[in-house]
């Protein structure tokens, strides 16, 4: 080996090296577990009580961007033209947020997408800013990214990203934690710097000594058979398996990305490819009561349960069923909705709400 040659070899492993050290510097490895703060101001918030009704909602606010854009990846051959919202629409979206809120006044409220730190938002703190508005209602709260770096370099970003999952709650948190889900493959450097969804795992306490363990997430939403989201459901079924197991009630609320029986056939053919004929989701359903239900997303009035309004400029309103509330049968429920009436211009998603009676003591 020549001594040029040499020095050219030194050369590539002193870069690859450097470049090594600047993508682990700049992105965020979770480990597979991990407990969490939890913030519960003063006055002291009450204890859930065995029996007691209880109102949840989930509501994935998009990161406070509205409806006014197409985003660049919202359109399938991403040309979408938009990289990002004014802060002025923001700040509307917030507001309409807020107020939806405060009408629903849901006892454990289930938020994903808000951003902290992320150049698309500009580096707002969403989630401050929500409680802000909401400190009244919600003294118990906690959070837990599942997307951080601080720089992504796709020049429709080209700076940092930090997106959260938020569980409020009216009711006294007694411990919460971070579940790392399996994440979709992908070459070493793009692994670093793609979003790692993970379950929020809160523990409420009840007056008798029992626990109602809720469950907060956002899955996948890539191509079939180039993600992770079969091995992330079949991990949270294990999850509710254990609860169901041990006898806790327990209960789930997200985005979970996934069709449910019957709508991949209803949708445009150019719209599908993000699905699989045979939802991932059956996992859930085939074991656990669903809200809304299969028969519901898929019957007479299967346009009430529409969860999910794509910012494509080819719709003028929701056309699928993305966003799920699944509980323990231990749980009744009482009532359920998705609320399109007011809020089909603040998010491109819309909240599912539901009330369930906790279990009677024993």
């Known amino acids: 080996m020549t001594r040029l040659l040499r020095i050219i070899l030194l050369g590539l492993l002193i870069i690859a090296g450097l470049l090594t050290a600047l993508i682990y510097s700049l992105t965020w490895r979770p480990a597979d577990k991990q407990t969490l703060p ?123 990203v930090g997106r959260k999952l938020a569980t409020l709650s009216r009711y006294q948190i007694e411990h919460a934690e971070r579940l790392q889900l399996p994440v979709s493959p992908g070459n070493f450097i793009s692994r670093q710097f793609q979003p790692k969804p993970a379950l929020l795992l809160t523990y409420l306490p009840l007056s008798d000594g029992g626990q109602l363990a809720v469950l907060n997430t956002r899955l996948d939403g890539d191509m079939p058979g180039r993600s992770a989201v079969d091995e992330q459901v079949k991990a949270t079924v294990k999850l509710l398996d254990k609860f169901e197991g041990r006898g806790t009630p327990w209960l789930i609320g997200g985005d ?75 749980l009744k429920r009482v009532a359920a909705k998705v609320r399109q009436e007011d809020t089909l211009r603040i998010s491109n998603h819309l909240p599912v709400i539901a009330r369930f009676l906790l279990p009677a003591a024993q």
């Open 256 to 330: 979970f990305n996934l069709l449910p029986l019957g709508q991949f056939l209803r949708l445009e053919a150019g719209k599908r490819g993000q699905y699989s004929p045979d939802s991932e989701l059956h996992l859930l359903w085939d074991k656990y009561p669903m809200i809304p239900s299969n028969s519901e997303s898929s019957g007479i009035d299967r346009e009430k349960w529409l969860t999910h309004y794509p910012n494509d400029p080819s719709l003028d309103g929701p056309d699928r069923t993305l966003d799920y509330l699944f509980y323990s049968p231990r």
């Open 38 to 160: 939890v913030s519960c101001g003063a006055p002291r918030a009450p204890t859930l009580l065995p029996g007691q009704a209880l109102k949840v909602m989930t509501w994935n606010v998009q990161y406070l961007a509205g409806k006014n854009y197409v985003f660049w990846y919202d359109t399938p051959d991403g040309s979408g033209p938009d990289d990002r919202p004014t802060e002025q629409d923001m700040a509307y979206s917030l507001d309409e947020v807020a107020r939806v809120i405060r009408d629903e006044q849901p006892d454990i409220l289930l938020l994903q997408e808000l951003d902290e730190n992320a150049k698309p938002s500009h580096y707002q703190d969403q989630l401050a800013l929500l409680q802000e508005r909401l400190v009244d209602l919600y003294p118990c709260s906690t959070q837990a990214f599942d997307w951080k770096a601080d720089f992504i370099p796709d020049f429709h970003i080209f700076g940092s």
